[in-house]
């Protein structure tokens, strides 16, 4: 069974901090996506990354998949109240059926 | 607003009521899930529909009943839970089964409690 770790579980930090939450596994992913889900809501897609090595940015948040394709990182530059949220990643296994598998997600609180 | 509408937002029910959950789309997609969202914990895949088809159960317990009458709505139905099943419930829907790339759109959940 696939498992992805998101670190760290939780984050609070004053707002105009940078921070960097991460996404790992021991198995190649063949895609990678990125949601964020605000309290009260279903989660929305960020980004989806599928090449190694690839970096995508989204304004302030900057996303990057691993060479390997078996990590990912959400890089937030000069956070805001508004970044508050809680990040989920999911990733597509072959194994999988092509079904995501998520991981348990960073809870991100962000201080005015 | 993400096209994906679930009612009610809130249920509270005892463990021998029925109840049920509901999930439209207006998307025109072809593929609708149900998950369960519990604290600290990675979404669960509970069920798939393909085309009004279903295509996965993924080991869930007969008191959790699904629905699907056409491409644009889905239900839940509920039946003697416990407990352990208060969770937010999200049902989310895609253009096709295979999410290799594709997104998920989700609604804003159901949060269920069991008394």
Redesign the interface.
């Given at each position: 069974t696939q498992l992805?770790e998101q670190s760290p579980?939780f984050l609070s930090i004053q707002e105009g901090e940078n921070l960097t939450v991460y996404c790992n596994s021991s198995s190649v992913f063949?895609?990678l996506?990125w949601?964020r889900q605000e309290p009260?809501?279903?989660?929305?897609?960020l980004v989806?990354v599928?090449t190694g090595g690839e970096v995508k940015k989204l304004k302030r948040l900057t996303f990057q998949f691993g060479d390997a394709r078996k990590d990912s990182s959400l890089h937030i530059t000069a956070a805001q109240p508004g970044d508050t949220g809680l990040y989920?990643c999911?990733g597509?296994f072959r194994a999988s059926n092509?079904?995501?598998?998520?991981?348990?997600?960073t809870k991100l609180i962000i201080k005015p | 607003e993400t096209g994906v509408t679930q009612t009610p937002r809130h249920l509270v029910m005892g463990m021998t009521n029925k109840k049920s959950l509901k999930c439209e789309q207006h998307l025109g997609h072809n593929a609708m899930y149900w998950y369960k969202q519990s604290a600290k914990k990675p979404l669960e895949l509970m069920f798939v529909y393909s085309l009004e088809e279903r295509v996965e159960n993924n080991s869930v317990p007969s008191r959790f009943s699904p629905e699907c009458p056409n491409s644009s709505h889905l239900f839940l139905h509920l039946h003697t839970l416990q407990p352990e099943d208060s969770a937010l419930y999200l049902c989310a829907s895609s253009q096709d089964i295979r999410t290799n790339t594709g997104e998920l759109f989700f609604g804003e959940g159901s949060r269920l409690t069991v008394l």
């Open positions: 992805l579980q063949s895609s996506q949601y009260g809501e279903g989660p929305v897609l989806t599928v989920l999911a597509v092509y079904q995501l598998i998520w991981g348990a997600g | -």
